[in-house]
């Protein structure tokens, strides 16, 4: 059996770098990915208009100031095929290809107690042990399609946009279904209505979203950010959500409302998400700050989309701004006002069943040619429950987190010495810029392996206490804000059956860095650390 020190599951932004700085402080390490290249979420999400949300300097590594002054970012907004050139252009530049193992998942990962080492298993045979694991296996990587009834025998094509073709797809002529309207619908449904004979939405919620405003970055732009990108990473990585802008200071409240439409007018002209992140302090914290916002945004979808009875559909009504995931649109509410588009109302009247021929819903059947499924994905803690991990004496994670996920600062779990979570529950993960917080948790993974390495310390762990209190206080962060008002994937509610858990950490990426360099600080406060002599001990006693 081959052995590594460390197994690093998944070879997206957390892979690549985490599999980067394993080999730079001389660790020997294995990288498997399921899908046959590298990427990750750009790899998979090849959806037409998949695009990030956060804009592409900040969305972008930080770690080498060579790759961060030679890359060039065309758009504010950079799309999926932008991305994914990226990350392809840095497995290449840190010559990372030959630590993964491709298009091999990873099928099961088993602790063994006599020798403190990981056994891990592959869908292609391949049978490995470690003394590490460390799962960069993503937060939004196990799409999900709902067991809507006969799905299995429509005739036409199916998509989910996580899981999307290489081949280009040509909508062209056919009457097309979108089913979903969060993110990933928003993102596809102006690029598919362009193409499509009809595009048929079948929404169950509709959801805020505000507009991205693209546009190309002009190379003085370029210049004149990167002479003080290093000013602009230390500030992101001590700010709210992971962006290098200056937060708001005042409140909503404290503005007349003719200052704060103005605001918000303003940022809407400007687009993307720091419209809720950057106007006021207190949008995401007070009911009342958040329904000036609300009340602004549902205005703005009033007089964007023509027909009223339409409009009126498509406006939330029933949970605050920013509470499910903000959605930064290209033409989404504008693409309702085309005579090839219909907006279908499921929450009224729910999908029955998917025929041979299409959907039914309110007992009508809407003929399709093809299905994309825009449903999202068991986020967070699925794709770490998809491994089948057993830690300590067998104990399966899935049963460890049976009413939902319990870990610390969301980089460990007690009972599972040695394994490692980037961005696992409880930690900031999908309320943040994911890069910044990605890099700030394979930094501290690896200052936390040199440290057993110089003390010659075989296993770490968290105390159970310092981890329950984690969790309370994870919880307490998330009840203090308007996030746990809506139904969303942050607290597993697409997911029929899964614990109702709010799983990010929301109080900021900034606080949250402080705490655990503060743990690190007071001797790894929470953690259990155990040398060979210490186990053997407690084994044979
Ligand atoms: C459509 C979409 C838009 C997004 N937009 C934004 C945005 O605007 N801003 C933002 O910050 N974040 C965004 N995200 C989140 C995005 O996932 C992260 O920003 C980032 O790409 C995560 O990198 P990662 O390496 O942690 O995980 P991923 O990129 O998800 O990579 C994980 C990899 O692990 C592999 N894997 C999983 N399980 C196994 C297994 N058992 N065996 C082998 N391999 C496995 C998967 O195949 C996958 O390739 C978006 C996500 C999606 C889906």
């Known amino acids: 059996m081959d052995e590594f020190d460390a197994i690093v599951i998944g070879a997206g932004f957390a892979g690549l770098y985490q599999l980067y700085r394993l080999r730079e402080l001389g660790f020997t390490a294995q990288g498997f990915e399921a899908g046959d290249g590298v990427g990750g979420t750009w790899y998979w999400n090849r959806y ?5 949300d956060v804009e592409s300097m900040d969305y972008s590594y930080s ?22 050139r990226y990350l392809n252009y840095v497995a290449d530049r840190f010559d990372l290809r030959g630590l993964i193992k491709l298009a091999t998942r990873v099928t099961s990962v088993v602790y063994d107690n006599e020798t403190n080492r990981w056994t891990v298993e592959t869908n292609r045979g391949d049978v490995v042990s470690a003394r590490y694991i460390i799962a960069a296996t993503g937060c939004l990587s196990l799409w999900q399609i709902p067991a809507f009834d006969g799905l299995e025998s429509f005739r036409g094509s199916t998509f989910h946009t996580g899981n999307w073709p290489r081949d280009d797809i040509d909508f062209a002529g056919r009457r097309v279904g979108v089913i979903g309207t969060g993110s990933t619908g928003i993102q596809a449904i102006p690029q598919i209505a362009k193409q499509a004979e009809h595009l048929f939405v079948f929404q169950r919620t509709p959801n805020y979203s505000v507009p991205a405003r693209n546009h190309l970055l002009t190379a003085e732009y370029q210049v004149s ?7 602009y990473r230390e500030r992101a990585k001590y700010s709210g959500g992971g962006h290098s802008a200056i937060l708001p200071t005042k409140s909503a409240l404290e503005e007349t ?4 439409l103005a605001e918000y007018e303003r940022r809407w002209e400007r687009g993307g998400a720091p419209l809720m992140q950057m106007s006021y302090t207190d949008l995401m914290t007070s009911r009342e700050a958040n329904q000036t916002i609300a009340e602004f945004v549902r205005g703005k979808i009033r007089e964007i989309v023509t027909d009223a009875e339409t409009a009126a559909k498509l406006t939330p009504v029933d949970y605050p701004f920013g509470a499910k995931r903000l ?57 770490l429950l998809n491994l089948n991990i057993r830690g300590r004496d067998g104990r399966a994670l899935n049963d460890a987190w049976s009413a939902g996920p319990r870990a610390y600062l969301g980089l460990q779990v007690a009972g599972f010495p040695n394994l490692f979570t ?15 917080s990605i890099e ?31 969790v309370a206080h994870v919880n307490e962060a998330a009840a203090a804000t308007l996030f746990p008002l809506a139904k969303s994937w942050y607290l597993g509610d697409n997911i029929p059956g899964k614990p109702r858990v709010f ?14 360099e503060e743990v690190v600080a007071n001797g790894y406060d929470g953690f259990v650390m155990t040398s060979r002599q210490e186990r053997e001990v407690a084994i044979s006693k």
Not at 48 to 52: E, T, V, Y
Not at 225 to 231: D, I, L, V
Request: charged fraction near 25%; charge should be negative; glycine fraction near 8%.
């Open 48 to 52: 037409p208009g998949a695009r990030c």
């Open 63 to 84: 770690f080498s100031e060579e790759l961060e002054q030679e890359w060039e970012w065309t758009e504010r907004y950079p799309t999926q095929p932008e991305i994914l």
């Open 225 to 231: 950010r990167k002479k003080t990108y290093r000013e």
């Open 257 to 260: 409302n003719a200052d704060r």
């Open 327 to 383: 959605c930064v649109d290209i033409d989404y509410f504008e693409t309702y006002n085309r005579g090839n588009v219909t907006l279908v109302d499921v929450r009224s009247a729910p999908i029955e069943k998917i025929t041979e021929r299409g959907i039914v819903t309110g007992g009508y059947e809407y003929e399709l040619d093809a299905i994309v499924f825009a449903t999202g994905y068991d986020a967070i803690t699925g794709p």
């Open 422 to 436: 980037i961005t696992g529950p409880g930690s900031p993960s999908v309320i943040s810029n994911m890069v910044v």
């Open 440 to 470: 700030q948790h394979v930094d501290w993974i690896c200052e936390c392996l040199m440290h057993l390495r110089e003390h010659d310390i075989e296993s770490v762990e968290p105390l159970i206490e310092a981890q329950e209190a984690w």
């Open 503 to 516: 799983m990010p950490y929301v109080a900021g990426v900034g606080a949250y860095r402080r705490k655990c």
